[in-house]
């Protein structure tokens, strides 16, 4: 519309009458109702929306919407793409709330999108020290939200809490020292009145800790140190003073059961990382599932994956809850593919085994005991010429997403295959703020590995199917009421398959890396699905 010809005058109340409307347009975008702790513990009644970084407290990442599904996937095609301007890789996973995504770009950049047109509404940006360090870039996985609020985490270990209609700053507290190695990268959980976090540095030596925030004022309400000081149980499984640098982070975002009350949250390797030397014994927490209580942070329980690990084989690895029927039995339970290459299965009321089995090729065990203790092999600790094992350093899968199937009764996990690494160890001597790992690892060189998803028995660990990729992913899994399951990989294909047969059923070539979690979420009657390949956010539908 030529509007050159028409009176300043005119022109002035035009553009005023623009504004306005273009206000009007996002209150009506941006007016959501408080996100109560009740609509978080009962977010399957939502599946409009995506209310937790796994979707719900179980951490399903399963997706209740069915308009999508494997009669018509075929027909998917992007509807709009909302690029970022930060360099790098983006593992974050988009929360919606009522119509709006809210998305944590890298490094600390949060915006808020309309759902059904990309168009920003808000940005919070902030710096990040330009000294803070960490042995795997600068990601961050993304937000929480409670009430009117959203909260993130730092790389530079800030908790920081932002007005979700505005991104206007509310609170921000110091949780640890960046220098000494500390970072956070995970996506926060809202719990009750409070935020929970986790903190990652295992490989900087740090002490390891999970906090709990007063969501409304940002005060630290407990801490659960995960390597223990002298007195406190378990200290004993620490050599010396080694706990004081003893590692064991909680950089992956947890599980909660609001009956039992208990927070249920993954531990890392202990430090440093490939030598062991000085640090003798199991090395409680590390390598562990914690069961905290979350109004006060007190162990409930513990199970510990990989006893005095020298392999860096993080359990940081998105736990599973679902209830199910064994041995006659109706029983409260928790699944993790963890990294060191077994499938595990817990009463996550007591914390008891109930089975493992191996999910993937590796060569450290003959298997597990009866209390899950791993039966460890001969000569397979790291050495100065190199030790040969099944699975690499990455592990057999690592901090991205699976997916559980209320409908199909399947644990979803994308893994690694065929890749075996020589585990090295060297001196470790502790400096604070750098590395401390005491050796690494190298590929065995004429080795091809592989990513592949893998659909497994959720009560026995049996695969059921698997789907080969080309090369190793670093993308999680959701599974969908329409009977399908959507992943991406490392050359950029966004794919859904059929999720009881593993059959690709529809593709879609992003042009970079997915290195993310997708979700799905819909407004007005209309589903869609969500990834991050590059810096980009693409969205589909029908």
């Known amino acids: 519309m030529n509007l050159s010809f028409l009176p300043l005058r005119l022109l002035c109340v035009l553009c005023?009458?623009?504004?306005?409307?273009?206000?009007?347009?996002l209150v009506t975008t941006t007016a959501i109702a408080?996100?109560?702790?009740?609509?978080?513990?009962?977010?399957?009644?939502?599946?409009?929306?995506?209310?937790?970084?796994?979707?719900?407290?179980?951490?399903?990442?399963?997706?209740?919407?069915?308009?999508?599904n494997i009669t018509n996937v075929a027909q998917l095609k992007p509807v709009w793409v909302y690029q970022m301007r930060d360099p790098g890789k983006v593992e974050a996973t988009p929360l919606v709330v009522d119509g709006v995504i809210y998305l944590s770009e890298k490094p600390h950049v949060v915006t808020a999108l309309d759902g059904r047109t990309g168009r920003p509404l808000w940005t919070y940006r902030r710096t990040t020290p330009s000294d803070a360090r960490g042995c795997c870039g600068i990601p961050n996985r993304g937000l929480a939200v409670l009430g009117e609020t959203l909260y993130l985490t730092t790389f530079d270990s800030h908790v920081i809490a932002l007005d979700i209609?505005?991104?206007?700053?509310?609170?921000?507290?110091?949780?640890?020292?960046?220098?000494?190695?500390?970072?956070?990268t995970a996506a926060p959980l809202a719990i009750k009145d409070k935020i929970i976090v986790g903190v990652g540095g295992g490989e900087y030596g740090i002490r390891g800790f999970l906090d709990a925030y007063d969501a409304r004022?940002?005060?630290?309400?407990?801490?659960?140190?995960?390597?223990?000081?002298?007195?406190?149980?378990?200290?004993e499984t620490w050599r010396g003073d080694s706990w004081k640098t003893g590692g064991a982070p909680t950089w992956v975002t947890g599980s909660y059961d609001p009956e039992l009350n208990l927070i249920y949250w993954p531990t890392g390797n202990p430090a440093p990382d490939w030598n062991g030397d000085a640090r003798l014994g199991d090395n409680l927490y590390s390598d562990c599932l914690l069961a905290l209580d979350a109004d006060t942070g007190k162990l409930r329980w513990h199970f510990q994956f990989t006893p005095h690990d020298v392999w860096d084989w993080d359990a940081n690895q998105v736990p599973v809850l679902f209830d199910a029927v064994v041995n006659g039995n109706p029983r409260k339970l928790i699944a993790q593919a963890n990294r060191n290459a077994f499938y595990y299965l817990l009463d996550?009321?007591?914390?008891?085994?109930?089975?493992?089995?191996?999910?993937?090729?590796?060569?450290?065990?003959?298997?597990?005991?009866?209390?899950?203790?791993?039966?460890?092999?001969?000569?397979?600790?790291?050495?100065v010429a190199g030790t040969l094992l099944y699975p690499g350093l990455g592990g057999a899968t690592n901090w991205y997403s699976p997916s559980y199937s209320p409908q199909t009764r399947l644990f979803y996990v994308l893994a690694r295959e065929n890749h075996p690494q020589y585990f090295f160890k060297t001196d470790a001597v502790y400096h604070p703020g750098d590395l401390f790992e005491g050796g690494?690892?190298?590929?065995?060189?004429?080795?091809?590995?592989?990513?592949?998803?893998?659909?497994?028995?959720?009560?026995?660990?049996?695969?059921?199917?698997?789907?080969?990729?080309?090369?190793?992913?670093m993308t999680g899994l959701m599974a969908t009421a329409g009977g399908l399951v959507f992943g991406g990989s490392s050359e950029?294909?966004?794919?859904?398959?059929?999720?009881?047969?593993?059959?690709?059923?529809?593709?879609?070539?992003?042009?970079y890396q997915i290195v993310n979690n997708p979700i799905s979420y819909a407004i007005r009657g209309k589903q869609y699905v969500a990834t991050i390949a590059g810096q980009g956010l693409f969205v589909f539908a029908r």
């Open 440 to 473: 690494g690892g190298r590929d065995l060189p004429g080795v091809e590995p592989y990513g592949v998803v893998k659909a497994l028995d959720a009560l026995t660990g049996k695969q059921r199917w698997e789907f080969r990729l080309f090369s190793p992913a």
């Open 16 to 25: 005023a009458s623009a504004v306005k409307i273009s206000l009007a347009l």
């Open 34 to 68: 408080q996100v109560s702790d009740e609509r978080i513990r009962h977010a399957e009644t939502e599946p409009h929306n995506w209310l937790t970084y796994s979707g719900n407290y179980q951490s399903h990442r399963f997706s209740p919407l069915a308009q999508i």
């Open 165 to 184: 209609h505005t991104g206007k700053l509310r609170w921000d507290v110091i949780a640890a020292d960046y220098k000494l190695g500390y970072t956070m």
């Open 348 to 383: 996550r009321t007591t914390g008891e085994f109930l089975h493992g089995t191996s999910y993937i090729k590796q060569t450290w065990a003959s298997g597990l005991d009866t209390k899950g203790r791993p039966i460890k092999l001969p000569n397979i600790e790291p050495s």
């Open 492 to 511: 950029g294909y966004f794919y859904a398959l059929d999720a009881r047969t593993g059959k690709v059923l529809w593709k879609f070539m992003a042009g």
């Open 217 to 235: 004022t940002g005060q630290r309400l407990w801490r659960f140190w995960t390597v223990p000081a002298p007195g406190e149980a378990g200290n």
